[in-house]
């Protein structure tokens, strides 16, 4: 049984700690929390039998040796670097990083501590409806473009109408819509189709500065991918890939609830299965076989960190194309 720890006590947190405990692999052990009591009422909901509100105590004195980390997004780079460098295994909310010199000194640790695993939890890239998608993208006769759309209305932008700024929509923590709802988009473009040649993003600004929306257009050499993301709004449009007279067809390509294939005739045809109850059932799952068996899963695991490498590329271009800076960036220094 691998024990872990967490930093952050929201709901994605539960919802990881739900699918863990489900998956059989796991037992969480500790709880960090910058309040105490915070920390001591989930980890009574959660039978953990440890608390912590100092960083370098959780680290050092934990019974863990796996922390999953849900902080806000400006805080996972330096949090993540910090338990690599203590020896524990990393499970990150994406995104991971903001930028490419931060995922390069992450690789830069974890290259002094071969033995630790490092992994973003971008979730639907483990579930089958996920390679669903792109077994069947390579069965199509040719790829003529896709629309992927994701946009769910944030209860935080309430308090941002009320004149607050909360974290997601904060530049001080690396907020926007492309920093949350995007990321599951650029993994679907790229797992899907490859590292496009071009990439613009046209964002629509809340007042607090952060993309409250906005359209990502990714060209490829034959085919164009258009993005839509955002959390100010809400969108119930399907999402497809289209072929040439057929087409890939999803109910929502970040939770993939439902995908079929429309084929030449406009007969549709249920390739997905039912999908999990909860969602990060999958990737609780493919961590903890990384972990247990090292040598078997390594391709495995290098596949994904290098798709994580290039989503978070791709996230970053795309900021620098808008002109989206966070706050403390230096982007003249990102690749």
């Known amino acids: 049984m691998l024990k872990f720890g967490i930093i952050g006590t929201n709901w994605i947190t539960q919802q990881f700690v739900d699918a863990a405990v489900e998956s059989g692999e796991w037992q969480l052990t500790t709880v960090y929390s910058r309040h105490a009591d915070t920390a001591q009422a989930f980890a009574d909901k959660n039978h953990a039998a440890e608390t912590f509100t100092d960083l370098d105590e959780f680290f050092s004195q934990g019974s863990f040796d796996t922390v999953y980390i849900a902080s806000p997004n400006s805080l996972h780079f330096a949090q993540a670097k910090q338990a690599i460098a203590y020896g524990k295994h990393v499970i990150v909310e994406k995104p991971a990083v903001t930028n490419q010199r931060e995922f390069e000194q992450l690789d830069a640790v974890l290259a002094a501590h071969p033995d630790v695993r490092l992994f973003e939890a971008a979730r639907q890239i483990h579930e089958v409806n996920f390679k669903r998608v792109k077994e069947q993208i390579s069965k199509l006769a040719m790829v003529q473009g896709a629309t992927l759309t994701y946009m769910k209305y944030s209860s935080r932008y309430d308090a941002v109408l009320a004149g607050e700024e909360p974290n997601i929509f904060s530049l001080n923590y690396a907020g926007g819509a492309l920093q949350d ?54 969108s119930f449009l399907p999402s497809e890939i289209n072929g040439a007279r057929d087409a890939i067809v999803m109910d929502n390509p ?23 109850d909860n969602p990060m059932l999958a990737e609780a799952r493919d961590f ?14 290098l596949a994904w960190r290098q798709l994580s490498r290039n989503v978070n590329k791709l996230l970053f271009n795309l900021r620098q194309s808008a002109h989206l800076t966070f706050t403390g960036e230096t982007p003249a220094t990102d690749e």
């Open 254 to 276: 970040a939770e993939l609830g439902q995908v079929t294939y429309q084929d030449n005739d406009g007969n549709a045809h249920n390739i997905g299965v039912a999908p999990d």
């Open 288 to 301: 903890a076989a990384v972990i247990n068996d090292p040598a078997k899963y390594q391709a495995d695991y």
């Open 181 to 234: 709802l995007g990321v599951y988009l650029a993994y679907d473009a790229v797992g899907w189709f490859g590292m496009p040649e071009e990439v613009a993003y046209y964002p629509t600004l809340t007042r607090t500065g952060v993309d409250g929306k906005g359209v990502a257009i990714l060209r490829y050499a034959d085919f164009t991918v258009t993005l839509n993301v955002g959390k100010t709004s809400n």
